[in-house]
């Protein structure tokens, strides 16, 4: 892999971070939010640090391959050996509305595998970055995870309003954000994260390296191994959890996530 100068990628995702805060901190006015497609808005903010961010990542490494939000597709990049997997702004409803739990999300993927990772969450003044083989952290602080051996009374990130009356589970703050969700499991403020249902691998490629390198386990909704730079773009949803917790949320959950990819 060509070498790659880590201390300029977490200034450029501060950069990147430090342009989105400055949106979130003026306020986003409602003609700069519209719907992409049906249920998924964007703001002129993730577009400017999308910019932002395949300008500079793409002068530090020039013959990797390019996946993001907010960029046209191009099958190109799977012929690529490196490949950044970028959201501008990840969480981008409790961006809009103000709310805390967004961050810019950056993966660097070498054949499939997330070897760097980065979450900047200005608006929580935390920066999560995690290296492949050698160390994850959260505002410098190196982090765990989760070490529960029991499902039941997990700690799931979930709103109040969606809670079902039969839960078995403990719910704590939800930020609109997956990947900080999935970091909360990495630093043992939740034992659990899932997602049933399609969804896209620049919502999960950076928090998953943070969450596995600091021990938590990380598949796609029915168990299986993740890989990054498919043909879509797509991993049918994510499990984050406890090392010891992984195998009863399978089992658990393995039954509603096959009956919903039969329907799709």
């Given at each position: 892999m060509a070498e790659v100068d880590y201390g300029q990628l977490v200034t450029i995702?501060?950069?990147?971070?430090?342009?989105?805060?400055?949106?979130?901190?003026?306020?986003v006015l409602s003609n700069d939010v519209w719907e992409k497609t049906p249920g998924h808005i964007v703001s002129s903010v993730d577009i400017a640090v999308d910019d932002l961010l395949k300008q500079r990542l793409n002068k530090l490494l020039p013959d990797a391959g390019w996946l993001s939000e907010e960029t046209a597709d191009d099958s190109a990049r799977q012929?690529?050996?490196?490949?950044?997997?970028?959201?501008?702004?990840?969480?981008?409803?409790?961006?809009?509305k103000g709310k805390t739990g967004w961050a810019v999300s950056i993966a660097l993927v070498k054949q499939g595998v997330p070897v760097f990772g980065i979450l900047e969450a200005p608006a929580m003044a935390e920066t999560w970055i995690a290296k492949a083989g050698r160390y994850t952290e959260v505002n410098g602080r190196a982090i765990t995870a989760s070490k529960r051996t029991r499902y039941d009374?997990?700690?799931?990130?979930?709103?109040?309003?969606?809670?079902?009356?039969?839960?078995?589970l403990s719910p704590v703050p939800k930020p609109n954000s997956i990947a900080l969700r999935m970091a909360m499991?990495?630093?043992?403020?939740?034992d659990l994260v899932a997602s049933i249902r399609w969804g896209y691998?620049?919502?999960?490629?950076a928090a998953h390296l943070i969450a596995s390198e600091a021990g938590a386990h990380v598949t796609d909704a029915l168990g299986n191994e993740l890989r990054y730079n498919s043909e879509h773009g797509k991993a049918f949803g994510v499990l984050c959890t406890a090392e010891k917790i992984h195998g009863a949320a399978v089992e658990r959950l393995s039954k509603i996530a096959a009956d919903v990819l039969a329907r799709d």
């Amino acid at each position: 892999m060509a070498e790659v100068d880590y201390g300029q990628l977490v200034t450029i995702a501060k950069e990147a971070g430090q342009l989105a805060m400055a949106g979130w901190s003026a306020g986003v006015l409602s003609n700069d939010v519209w719907e992409k497609t049906p249920g998924h808005i964007v703001s002129s903010v993730d577009i400017a640090v999308d910019d932002l961010l395949k300008q500079r990542l793409n002068k530090l490494l020039p013959d990797a391959g390019w996946l993001s939000e907010e960029t046209a597709d191009d099958s190109a990049r799977q012929s690529k050996d490196l490949l950044w997997v970028v959201d501008p702004i990840d969480g981008t409803r409790d961006f809009v509305k103000g709310k805390t739990g967004w961050a810019v999300s950056i993966a660097l993927v070498k054949q499939g595998v997330p070897v760097f990772g980065i979450l900047e969450a200005p608006a929580m003044a935390e920066t999560w970055i995690a290296k492949a083989g050698r160390y994850t952290e959260v505002n410098g602080r190196a982090i765990t995870a989760s070490k529960r051996t029991r499902y039941d009374g997990s700690r799931i990130p979930l709103d109040t309003a969606d809670l079902p009356s039969d839960i078995d589970l403990s719910p704590v703050p939800k930020p609109n954000s997956i990947a900080l969700r999935m970091a909360m499991v990495a630093d043992d403020r939740a034992d659990l994260v899932a997602s049933i249902r399609w969804g896209y691998e620049w919502d999960i490629a950076a928090a998953h390296l943070i969450a596995s390198e600091a021990g938590a386990h990380v598949t796609d909704a029915l168990g299986n191994e993740l890989r990054y730079n498919s043909e879509h773009g797509k991993a049918f949803g994510v499990l984050c959890t406890a090392e010891k917790i992984h195998g009863a949320a399978v089992e658990r959950l393995s039954k509603i996530a096959a009956d919903v990819l039969a329907r799709d």
